[in-house]
C-alpha cells in the first residue's frame, strides 16, 4: 500500500477473493451526506457481491472517517475506509481505484459513487447489465440535479446539469466520474496512477483519462435507467458558479486537446477551432437561449468559448480549490 494511502477500517471477515465489483466514495467534509450515500449502497438489491471503499481526502479533519467508521466496524456495510493524504479529486480516486485492484482480487467491475449523491436499490445491477449486454468497458449514468431550492428548477435544461445522454446504448465516451461502472482490465491496462493530478483542482481529470481509454481501444455505454440524485447546494445556482463552470469546461476541452495535439500544428488547429467557436458563440447562445427559455442558459456557448480562448493563455479557474464555494 502506497504510504500516500492509509488502511483505517476493514469490516470484520471481508474477504477480497469474494467480491464481484467494488464502490468507490470519495469524500471531502460532508460527513452528513456522506452517510445518506452509504444508506443507499446499503439498499443495493442486487445478487453482485459487492463492497464499499470510502476515501477519505480530508486526512487532517476525517469528519467522514468518523462518520462512516461504525458501519465498517459493525459490518453493516463490506468494505474498507481508507484515507487519501494527498488533496485533491484526482488523488482521491487514484487511491481508491488501487486500493480495490490490490485488495479484492477477484473484482470485476469498480464503480464510483460521490458523496453528493444518492443511488436507487437497482443502480447498481443496472449499471452491471448494461456493460455486460453493450458490452462496453466503461459504463455511465446520469447525474440528477436534486435543488436545495425550488428556485433551482429553472436552472435543469442548463447544459451544465444536463446529462450527456438520454438513451441507453453505446456512446462515443463519456465526460463524468461522478456515475461509473469501469471493467478491471481497463484499470489494469491503463495504470496507476489513473487520473493526473494536475487536473486535482480544476476537474477534469476524468475526461482525461476516458480520452485516454478510447485512445487504448476501451469502449463506452450509456445507462439511461440507472441515475444518481445529485444534492445541489444554493452556491450552484449562483450566477458565477455557473459562468466559472462554463468557462472552466471550455478550459478542460483545450487542455485535454493539447495533451493529443501538440505541437506547433496541434497549437495552430486549437487556436483556430477556439477562434471559431467564438466568433459562433453568440448565434449559439441566442439559439440555446431560445430553446430553453433562460438567459442564463443561453450564456454557456459564450462561456466555453472564452474558457478556451483563456487556456490558450495559462488562465485556467481552480473551480475546486476553495471547496466552500463549489
Not at 487556436?271 to 442564463?296: C, E, H, I, N, W
Request: aromatic fraction near 8%.
Amino acid at each position: 500500500m502506497s504510504e500516500a494511502v492509509s488502511i483505517e477500517r476493514v469490516s470484520p471477515g471481508l474477504s477480497g477473493d469474494d467480491i464481484d465489483v467494488v464502490v468507490t466514495l470519495p469524500t471531502f467534509r460532508r460527513p452528513d451526506h456522506l452517510l445518506r450515500t452509504l444508506a443507499s449502497l446499503q439498499a443495493q438489491v442486487t445478487s453482485q457481491r459487492f463492497a464499499v471503499i470510502v476515501i477519505e481526502n480530508d486526512a487532517e479533519g476525517g469528519e467522514g472517517r468518523r462518520a462512516a467508521d461504525p458501519l465498517f466496524a459493525e459490518g453493516a456495510l463490506a468494505g474498507l475506509v481508507i484515507t487519501a493524504h494527498a488533496r485533491g479529486n484526482c488523488s482521491a480516486y487514484n487511491a481508491g481505484w488501487s486500493t480495490a485492484l490490490e485488495q479484492f482480487p477477484s473484482m470485476r467491475y469498480l464503480a464510483v459513487i460521490d458523496d453528493d449523491e444518492i443511488a436507487g436499490p437497482d443502480w447498481l445491477v443496472r449499471l452491471v447489465a448494461t456493460a455486460e449486454k453493450l458490452p462496453a468497458d466503461i459504463v455511465g449514468g446520469p447525474q440528477i440535479p436534486v435543488f436545495e431550492k425550488e428556485a433551482g428548477r429553472r436552472l435543469l435544461r442548463h447544459p451544465v446539469f444536463v446529462p450527456h445522454y438520454a438513451v441507453t446504448g453505446p456512446v462515443p465516451i463519456l465526460y463524468s466520474s461522478g456515475n461509473v461502472l469501469i471493467r478491471r482490465q481497463v484499470l489494469e491496462t491503463m495504470g496507476a496512477p489513473f487520473l493526473d493530478t494536475a487536473f486535482n483542482f480544476i476537474g477534469g481529470g476524468d475526461s482525461d483519462f476516458y480520452s485516454r481509454c478510447r485512445e487504448r481501444g476501451f469502449t463506452f455505454g450509456w445507462c439511461a435507467e440507472a441515475p444518481v440524485h445529485e444534492t445541489t447546494p444554493p452556491r450552484r445556482m449562483e450566477f458565477s458558479w455557473l459562468n466559472a463552470r462554463g468557462m472552466r469546461n471550455g478550459a478542460l476541452s483545450s487542455i485535454i486537446e493539447r495533451r493529443r495535439q501538440g505541437g506547433r500544428r496541434g497549437s495552430a488547429r486549437r487556436l483556430a477551432k477556439s477562434a471559431a467557436l467564438l466568433a459562433a458563440s453568440p448565434f449559439r447562445s441566442a439559439a440555446l437561449a431560445a430553446r430553453t427559455g433562460s438567459a442564463v442558459a443561453g450564456l454557456y456557448p459564450m462561456q466555453v468559448a472564452i474558457g478556451r480562448l483563456l487556456a490558450e493563455f495559462g488562465i485556467v479557474n481552480e473551480q475546486y480549490r476553495r471547496p466552500d464555494q463549489n
